[in-house]
């Protein structure tokens, strides 16, 4: 079975970091290219960021661009989101999901993932 594991929520006050991991199994994961979402509360589940399988290219929503550097380890099956400057805007359940790469670009329609994992929350508070 493929496994999609987010870990690394938590609480934090503002402008400060955090590091969200995604751990996948069961899958070729140097294949998939790997997109980070979030829901707010009382909002839809919107992309964040998404990291392509070849020479790891990159894209951000424009809400996090400068802010959250996200990155991949083939070799540990992981894929990270480094988020820095949180705000409270940041507040939500953050979700890493899986879609096979056929074109080399970081594409991840919310609605063409082939693959979730269960959420990790990050509240940013003071």
């Known amino acids: 079975d493929v496994q999609l594991q987010a870990s690394g929520g938590g609480l934090v006050q503002p402008g400060g970091s955090l590091r969200l991991s995604c751990e996948a199994s069961?899958?070729?994961?140097?294949?998939?290219?790997i997109g980070w979402f979030r829901q707010a509360p009382g909002k839809e589940r919107v992309g964040v960021s998404c990291i392509s399988t070849s020479e790891g290219r990159t894209n951000y929503a424009d809400s996090v661009k400068g802010r959250f550097t996200i990155s991949r380890d083939n070799r540990r099956n992981t894929v990270y989101l480094q988020m820095d400057r949180l705000t409270p805007e940041d507040t939500a359940v953050y979700y890493c999901a899986a879609v096979f790469d056929y074109s080399g670009s970081p594409s991840c329609p919310p609605g063409g993932m082939g693959y979730w994992g269960k959420g990790t929350l990050v509240t940013v508070s003071s």
């Open positions: 069961g899958l070729a994961f140097d294949a998939y290219t």
